[in-house]
């Protein structure tokens, strides 16, 4: 086994997830994203893996917060890799950036989430602060960025 694989099942089971040899591609897949992704993303980066595999597994990660997802406004479901080894509390999630050019989202880890408190009575579990626009490639080089 190389050092990775060891290092990755052992995250997995720091999240309660069996580690069986596709989950493990899977999440090796995952981690070499450094903003978001979608399931798509995923297969194309494991050919060699089906389609109903990589889903099983991305939803087995968000359903133990190895993964977030990520509501962009694409209608297409994107997720991106937390870097916790816990459940996150509601401070540590960031938000993102959607560039309505190329269509790419960017998280944007070092910008904080404003601090907004819920009425007496509610519970938040969830965050999603999105910001739109054009990434710094569409604005210096609009005819280049796809």
Do not use: W
């Amino acid at each position: 086994m190389t050092h990775n694989t060891d290092r990755y099942e052992q995250i997995l089971r720091n999240h309660n997830i069996r580690p069986t040899a596709i989950r493990i591609l899977v999440y090796g897949a995952i981690t070499r994203f450094h903003d978001t992704f979608s399931m798509a993303d995923v297969e194309e980066a494991l050919e060699s893996v089906d389609s109903s595999s990589v889903f099983r597994a991305i939803s087995l990660f968000v359903e133990h917060h190895l993964l977030h997802e990520v509501e962009d406004g694409s209608k297409s479901k994107k997720y991106c890799l937390c870097r916790n080894d816990h459940e996150c509390r509601i401070d540590e999630f960031h938000c993102h950036f959607y560039c309505e050019r190329c269509q790419k989202t960017f998280c944007m880890d070092t910008v904080p989430l404003p601090v907004v408190n819920a009425p007496e009575g509610f519970v938040v579990t969830r965050i999603n602060y999105l910001m739109k626009g054009l990434c710094a490639d569409c604005r210096k080089a609009p005819d280049n960025c796809r």
